[in-house]
């Protein structure tokens, strides 16, 4: 009732349905009927994380996407870690390396996973600590874009774009990912995966188009590889991303 006042709505457009994030064939909801699928440190606790991305890539609409805060490891966590419930439940045991998840993303046809934000977590019981000692623990929101000619890499086209604002929240600059603070008004160079984010989504009214993909410069500059996650500040562990 909050939201609906809040938004404006004349009834409630909000439906529970109860269920495991790795089986949501099971609640009877219709592929490619969603914008945006979101959740917040509920993939690290999946028994199945490669079923919970391929059921999100099948009940996404073409151009939607995968918006989603999870904690990811720097390293595989053992076995023996992983299976200690307190670990678990601390939403660390079952955190995925990063390197994994961005396999198991391209596996499930999200072929260019953005990076939003993120801050390495600290493990302040000494306990904890002690167990997970080696272990870099990383809090991160990822965007998956359910878009089918995303390319392997960012390749260089040439292309920009012009961010018109518009976009509530993001009125000076349209935050991509971490590396794309698209600043209003001005001319910005993309890549041919970026271009498409932008212009196949629910983005493109926001933006002008500069260029085509008739020629190929190369790999786009800039575009590394190795832990994409800032050592930055370590805050306290904690089940919430
Ligand atoms: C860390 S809490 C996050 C809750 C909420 N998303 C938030 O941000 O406050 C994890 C939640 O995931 C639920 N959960 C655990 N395993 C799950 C699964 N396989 N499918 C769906 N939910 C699950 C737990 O019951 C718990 O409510």
Redesign the pocket.
Known sequence: AYHREAFGFARDNVEFRL????HLEQLGLEDASFDVVV????VN???DKDAVLRQVQRLLKPGGEFYFSDVYADRRVPAKLRNDPVLYGE?LGGALYWNDFQHLARRADFTDPRLVEDRPIAITDPVLAALTEGIGFHSATYRLFKLERLEPDCEDYGQAVIYHGGIVGHERHFILDKHHAIEAGRVFPVCGNTWRMLRETRFRPHFEFIGDFSRHYGIFAGCGGGLPFDAGKVEAAG???
């Open positions: 269920g495991y994030i790795e959740s917040n440190c509920v606790l999946s028994p939403c089940c919430c991303c």
